[in-house]
């Protein structure tokens, strides 16, 4: 029967098609013994399922090609290893024969065991493989059902889950899923932005999915509104098409924007910059004029990895994109991780009790020495293939910016003896994220040489509203006048100082602020490929000089409803 699911829109695009669901890892199973005489077939069902499990792990392996083909395969790798594990085995066996539970109870209650063991272990590696265990057992209970694992032709179907990882929406993608609906999950969080940037549209935060949604349901998922219709009928059907046409309408009259300027009516040249994660996001954004690359997310390099990459995995990436831009400049942020950015290696600590203010971006680097020197040693020989500048994310205070400047220095002096071609200058930028960067930036702009400031934390760390938290609500929100005045407060600190200020959070990316930032006094924004020239076309709507003389009265605005008034009355002439 038809329904309509209300979720918020996370990646924008419209799919069309049947529903794979994925309940949580943990297994819901009641407590099941059976009786002596039919322990041999369950045993059976078991090693039937073990079977089934390791053949669909083997035709995927083989099935894998193109860019992702290398992590995801790491994964199976490992999923294949663990699946082949005596003890794992003989536990179930065990729990079978001798404590006469039914397969189904055996696997939950391994699983319940491994978990007890991992989540005691102190090597943060090690403890992050229960995530691996998860999976494998979550395979197997399929197997059991004779439902498709999951990672089984789920191309051209729709996932309904609680909840993706960045790491396996890469996965999934890589395997040709079409959209993905979350219960939980939220519009900013990591997760999201590689759905953005991979295209793939994602409705998140739909409370209701698991309990409505059935494996083989159809599904009309609108990416933009958050809408999933459950059962569509005549009149979804041919919304959905319309939607598709409409997408399809827009990205023609948009691509017209390619070779034109980033230029306001009133003739002021904004900077538009591209966020990006991979390759495919550097080619685009060079196709669309972007002026180089604002944001590199070197992170992305190290999901879905068992093992660090090495300085020379490192250097030919940071290479590609910089060869890519032809030129341009590229802006490559230092690692990251952290926070929901962990990472298949154990570099970033799991299981801290507050990772957003744990031990993350410029922190973890500064903590591990040699894994921050094989980067910034990647990054200053790239620099030698065009022009670079570093990023430091999630800088707190001057000490930081210097020591990561004390580093670069001492890298580059030592690469130049190795014989390496280094650029004269690497410019050293801070990201503005943590309020006390903002507060505290007349006592380090000088050290710096450009800024960017990263929206998606500091609204989180100023409004003390996590990113990741769809309850939340509107609680999270850039429209808010305390983020308005430090906007322009940073904004303002660096053109006196004569420093460059960019914003590069997701914030930049919305059209529909882009007048709100340029009143503010910004002249740069960094942003996804994705929405590059939307934001262009919202510049090219706008009067710079107008909205500069409107600001004291956006900046006047005591709550939401008057800045949304304010953008109301400054909607780009599209
Ligand atoms: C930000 O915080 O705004 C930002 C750009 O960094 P990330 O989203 O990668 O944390
Ligand atoms: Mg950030």
Redesign the pocket.
């Known amino acids: 029967m038809r329904q309509v699911l209300a979720g918020h829109g996370a990646s924008r695009g419209s799919a069309l098609g049947r529903a794979r669901v994925r309940l949580p890892h943990a297994l819901e199973v009641a407590e099941e013994t059976i009786p002596a005489e039919r322990v041999d077939a369950e045993l059976d069902r078991l090693h039937e399922a073990i079977t089934t499990v390791r053949a669909e792990m083997h035709a995927l392996r083989q099935r894998l090609h193109g860019a992702l083909a290398h992590e995801v395969g790491e994964f199976l790798d490992l999923h294949a290893l663990l699946l082949d594990d005596p003890e794992l085995l003989q536990g179930l066996d065990d729990l079978i024969r001798k404590g006469r539970y039914s397969a189904d109870y055996a696997l939950r209650l391994q699983r319940d065991r491994l978990a007890a063991v991992f989540t005691g272990i102190d090597d943060p590696y090690l403890r992050s493989r229960l995530d691996d265990v998860d999976q494998v057992i979550g395979r197997l209970h399929a197997a059991l059902h004779r439902r498709e694992a999951e990672l089984q032709g789920i191309a051209g179907d729709i996932l309904v889950t609680d909840n993706v990882s960045p790491a396996e929406l890469a996965q999934l993608h890589a395997q040709g899923v079409m959209a993905v609906v979350t219960a939980g999950g939220s519009a900013l969080s ?1 997760t999201a ?1 590689l759905a953005r940037s991979l295209h793939l549209p994602l409705v998140v935060g739909v409370a209701q999915a698991l309990q409505k949604v059935n494996d083989g349901d159809v599904l009309a998922v609108d990416g933009g509104s958050g809408l999933v219709v459950l059962e569509p009928d005549a009149d979804d059907l041919r919304a959905h098409r319309e939607r598709v046409r409409e997408i399809k309408r827009e990205r023609r009259q948009l691509n017209r924007l390619r070779r034109e300027p980033s230029r306001t009516l009133d003739g002021a040249d904004i900077k538009l910059w591209a966020n990006a994660e991979s390759r495919e996001d550097v080619a685009e954004a060079h196709a669309l004029g972007a002026a180089g690359v604002g ?1 590199y ?1 070197t992170e992305f390099l190290f999901l879905n990895r068992s093992e660090l990459p090495d300085e020379e995995t490192q250097f030919r990436a940071y290479r590609d994109a910089v060869l890519g831009m032809t030129g341009r400049t590229v802006t490559i942020r230092t690692l ?1 991780l952290g926070a929901d950015k962990a990472d298949g290696t154990g570099l970033a600590l799991r299981g801290e009790p507050n990772p957003a203010l744990g031990l993350r971006g410029v922190r973890l680097s500064l903590a591990r020495a040699e894994v921050f020197d094989a980067q910034l040693r990647a990054i200053a020989r790239a620099s030698g293939y065009g022009p670079v500048r570093v990023l430091v ?1 999630m800088v707190s205070a001057r000490e930081e910016v210097l020591a990561v400047r004390r580093r670069l220095q001492r890298i580059v002096r030592r690469l130049r003896g190795e014989g390496h071609a280094v650029a004269e200058t690497i410019p050293l930028g801070a ?1 503005i ?1 943590v309020p006390a960067a903002a507060l505290a930036l007349p006592g380090f702009v000088g050290v710096v040489d450009f800024l960017s400031i ?5 609204i989180q760390y100023l409004l003390a509203a996590d990113r990741n938290n769809e309850a939340l609500g509107e609680l999270y929100t850039p429209l808010h006048p305390a983020l308005l005045r430090l906007l322009r407060d940073v904004i303002r600190i660096g053109a006196r100082r004569g420093r460059p200020v960019a914003v ?3 914030m930049a990316g919305e059209a529909r602020y882009t007048p709100l930032l340029l009143a503010l006094g910004l002249t740069e924004l960094s942003l996804h490929p994705a929405t590059l020239l939307e934001v262009r076309r919202g510049i090219r709507g706008c009067d710079l000089g107008a909205l500069r003389r409107d600001a004291p009265a956006l900046l006047r605005a005591r709550d939401r409803a008057a800045i949304e008034r304010w953008l109301e009355r400054h909607r780009p002439a599209v």
């Open positions: 990591h932005i944001l997310r990251d994310p990201m994220e990263g929206t998606n934390d500091l590069c959070g997701e």
